[in-house]
């Protein structure tokens, strides 16, 4: 057999190999940290509407177990030559992970569902777009990480551009805000999601389906007492369409698809460039409310566009 013949008859001992471009170019854009820093919050966007929509009838503890369980089912087959090899990492600084997955998955992902079922999706995208300027904060204070101009400019803009959008460009919707418990479990959760952000450089060297696993089996666990106590207190979980929609949507593309792309955008760009790029949550929220819900698109939603766009260039370019 000739070298050339070879390719063609090898066997995928490795199910990773159905994740690898053959093409490297292609390999390349699907590698691009701007591009996976846009697509994580493009399906994170989701979980504002899907909050709200399953409120009352999905409980979040529930819904929190079989998210990261189906997570680490999926990407199982993918990354088990990964967990083989990454196996003395993951042992040696456990105690990193299991902080590192309670931050970002275990008590950030449950909560922000809980908070969606006394708020509005509405307050949420406000919230969310606080996270940059925690993402900041956190790692000035954990890490001593200095600040550029541009940095504190592309967050105020894109950020400018988010009120714009979620108030329809009119000022009153903003001045008329009012407040909840929701809306503290909510800028609360942000919080903790910005410290998990800016300590992802502690995680231990490994592939990111190593990573994800590791995270997602820890968020489930860490949610089964929280479960068992909905279900003791007559919230179970119910066998119908909508579980099945919920928990499928948020355990394959909000969590295996976003985090994956979140994990690998953080740790080429680091945290406080790659955090205005949550600033486009509300915008694909807008984006998709046109799409799906067939609502029109104004000028305000051009004005947002532009600053978001603007600062999202500003705060990601690299210090000169």
């Given at each position: 057999m000739s070298p050339m013949d070879a390719p063609q008859n090898r066997t995928l001992s490795d199910p990773g190999q159905l994740l690898r471009p053959r093409h490297p170019h292609r390999a390349a854009l699907l590698t691009?940290?701007?591009?996976?820093?846009?697509?994580?919050?493009?399906?994170?966007?989701?979980?504002h509407i899907i909050g709200r929509a399953i409120a009352g009838d999905v409980p979040p503890g529930g819904l929190a177990v079989l998210r990261w369980t189906l997570a680490a089912l999926v990407l199982l087959p993918f990354a088990l030559p990964h967990l083989r090899r990454d196996w003395p990492a993951l042992t040696a600084k456990p105690w990193t992970l299991v902080l590192l997955a309670m931050a970002g998955g275990g008590i950030f992902g449950t909560l922000q569902f809980i908070g969606l079922q006394y708020t509005v999706a509405f307050h949420a995208a406000v919230f969310?777009?606080?996270?940059?300027?925690?993402?900041?904060?956190?790692?000035?204070?954990?890490?001593?990480?200095?600040?550029?101009?541009?940095?504190?400019?592309?967050?105020?803009?894109?950020?400018?551009?988010?009120?714009v959008i979620i108030a329809k460009g009119d000022p009153a919707v903003l001045a008329a805000l009012h407040f909840n418990g929701g809306d503290l479990i909510?800028?609360?959760?942000?919080?903790?999601?910005?410290?998990?952000?800016?300590?992802?450089?502690?995680?231990?060297?490994?592939?990111?389906?190593?990573?994800?696993?590791?995270?997602?089996?820890?968020?489930?666990?860490?949610?089964?007492?929280?479960?068992?106590?909905?279900?003791?207190?007559?919230?179970?979980?119910?066998?119908?369409?909508?579980?099945?929609?919920?928990?499928?949507?948020?355990?394959?593309?909000?969590?295996?698809?976003?985090?994956?792309c979140w994990s690998h955008g953080v740790e080429k760009i680091g945290a406080a460039r790659a955090s205005v790029f949550l600033h486009l949550i509300p915008l694909y929220g807008a984006l998709l409310s046109t799409l799906l819900l067939g609502e029109t698109i104004g000028l305000h939603h051009a004005v947002g566009l532009v600053l978001i766009f603007a600062g999202v260039t500003l705060a990601s370019r690299k210090s000169s």
């Open positions: 691009n940290p701007y591009l996976l820093l846009a697509i994580g919050p493009l399906f994170w966007s989701g979980n969310n777009s606080t996270v940059p300027a925690f993402i900041v904060l956190a790692g000035g204070l954990i890490f001593r990480d200095s600040v550029r101009l541009t940095q504190v400019v592309g967050i105020v803009t894109s950020f400018a551009g988010v009120l909510i800028l609360a959760n942000m919080a903790l999601f910005a410290v998990y952000s800016a300590c992802l450089r502690l995680r231990p060297a490994m592939h990111w389906m190593t990573f994800i696993i590791a995270l997602s089996v820890v968020s489930a666990l860490a949610n089964v007492p929280l479960a068992i106590l909905e279900a003791q207190d007559g919230e179970p979980l119910r066998a119908n369409w909508l579980t099945a929609g919920t928990v499928a949507y948020v355990g394959i593309f909000a969590s295996v698809i976003a985090y994956g």
